[in-house]
T-cell receptor, first 114, second 110 residues
Framework: NAGVTQTPKFQVLKTGQSMTLQCAQDMNHEYMSWYRQDPGMGLRLIHY???????DQGEVPNGYNVSRSTTEDFPLRLLLAAPSQTSVYFCASTPGVGSNSPLHFGNGTRLTVT | SQELEQSPQSLIVQEGKNLTINCTSSKTLYGLYWYKQKYGEGLIFLMM?????EEKSHEKITAKLDEKKQQSSLHITASQPSHAGIYLCGADRGNTPLVFGKGTRLSVIA
């Protein structure tokens, strides 16, 4: 099993550009989520999904869109990139919220917006 | 999240020394997860604690959840350079996404 796969690993964008961060898991997990990690701020939840077709906002959703058309994939879209979105992004999955199973994390995408 | 406070924020210890990292919640926990992150990499699951008073160990790392389920401690015995990294605690509040502390950065020097 590959687990949680994130692509790309690194990305540089200019302000105003758009891009999609990809996340795929092969563990048939219902729950998937996106976090961003900034120095001194820890991990902050952006969006999450409890199953295909269902998404919800986390702590810092502004500037990001998500969709969940399949169980396996949970892409994160930046429509108009801003320097404040420079961060390391982590995708994570688990069988379900409250399932007493740990989150499985991808290796992250390091995004720089200039 | 301010709901979950970790202390200390950073720690430098000499190889072979013991250390403790604390994670305090402002609300009752259904469970508490500990993760380790090596610099520039993803998060690795260490341990999960659910019951008040529960204690788990893996190699030289021991984690405890206090009786009132609002604080957890992570203790490393005889630290090694391989223990260096960022340790994060994550709070399970039931059917809601995990909330994480800001992390503790551990450096182990020879």
């Amino acid at each position: 099993n590959a687990g949680v796969t994130q692509t790309p690993k690194f990305q540089v964008l200019k302000t105003g550009q758009s891009m999609t961060l990809q996340c795929a898991q092969d563990m048939n997990h219902e729950y998937m989520s996106w976090y961003r990690q900034d120095p001194g701020m820890g991990l902050r939840l952006i969006h999450y999904s409890v199953g295909a077709g269902i998404t919800d906002q986390g702590e810092v959703p502004n500037g990001y869109n998500v969709s969940r058309s399949t169980t396996e994939d949970f892409p994160l879209r930046l429509l108009l990139a801003a320097p404040s979105q420079t961060s390391v992004y982590f995708c994570a999955s688990t069988p379900g919220v409250g399932s007493n199973s740990p989150l499985h994390f991808g290796n992250g995408t390091r995004l720089t917006v200039t | 999240s301010q709901e979950l406070e970790q202390s200390p924020q950073s720690l430098i210890v000499q190889e072979g020394k013991n250390l403790t990292i604390n994670c305090t919640s402002s609300k009752t926990l259904y469970g508490l997860y500990w993760y380790k992150q090596k610099y520039g990499e993803g998060l690795i699951f260490l341990m999960m604690l659910q019951k008040g008073g529960e204690e788990k160990s893996h190699e030289k790392i021991t984690a405890k959840l206090d009786e009132k389920k609002q604080q957890s401690s992570l203790h490393i015995t005889a630290s090694q350079p391989s223990h260096a990294g960022i340790y994060l605690c994550g709070a399970d509040r039931g059917n809601t996404p995990l909330v994480f502390g800001k992390g503790t950065r551990l450096s182990v020097i020879a």
